[in-house]
């Protein structure tokens, strides 16, 4: 079955600190993997993508992605968290080009000062 | 990046009356948009695949005469929400497809008197 699954509901980080927000999908082809970023009361931001090349992606806000075939997962970091970084994050992938984004529960990321 | 824009941001109704939700890609032409729902601290909902110039793609378990969706140019769709009950308070969010990635709407948030 097609799944992602985010383990963690919520993360909390020190400002400074690096961060990782981690992410698992299951094994069905190849599939286009997202992340975005969700604050309160709006919609989702795109945040980066990986569709095939270097395992490691670098997005909007300096997230990064690692994408790890071994393990189905595509976890994502940033080195040094933000008290601004605080938000729900999503990640997404898609198992058909064309197909749909199959959303996990989202975890809610707290940096604090 | 692609930008996509909703309105009304916010909504409030009385039971048994219509809204109607516009979602407009801004800058880029896009032929499938999406249509999604949101319950307070939870993930996203798949309502239906909007695409230009035919009817929509309604997920399963969502009535399609209760949530009608029109995509009748390149850079608006609209979901209508008919006759509206207070269950159908919701955050309703819309996305735009440009090649393998979606960018989405600032969401629209919905409540029924």
């Known amino acids: 079955a097609q799944s992602v699954a985010q383990p963690e509901d919520q993360v909390n980080v020190a400002e400074g600190n690096p961060l990782t927000v981690k992410c698992t999908y299951s094994v069905s082809g190849n599939p286009y993997l997202f992340w975005y970023v969700q604050y309160p009361n709006r919609g989702l931001q795109f945040l980066l993508k990986y569709i095939t090349g270097d395992n490691l992606v670098k997005g909007s806000y300096g997230f990064e992605a690692e994408f790890n075939k071994s393990q189905t997962s595509f976890h994502l970091k940033k080195p040094s968290a933000l008290v601004s970084d605080s938000a729900l994050y999503f990640c997404a992938p898609i198992y058909n080009q064309g197909g749909k984004l199959i959303f996990g529960q989202g975890t809610e990321l707290s940096v604090k000062p | ?113």
């Open chain 2, 1 to 113: 990046g692609a930008v996509v824009s909703q309105h009304p941001s916010w909504v409030i109704c009385k039971s048994g009356t219509s809204v109607k939700i516009e979602c407009r890609s801004l800058d880029f032409q896009a032929t499938t948009m999406f249509w999604y729902r949101q319950f307070p601290k939870q993930s996203l909902m798949l309502m239906a695949t909007s695409n230009e110039g035919s009817k929509a793609t309604y997920e399963q378990g969502v009535e399609k005469d209760k949530f009608l969706i029109n995509h009748a140019s390149l850079t608006l769709s609209t979901l209508t929400v008919t006759s509206a009950h207070p269950e159908d308070s919701s955050f309703y969010i819309c996305s735009a497809r440009v090649q393998d990635t979606q960018y989405f709407g600032p969401g629209t948030r919905l409540t029924v008197l």
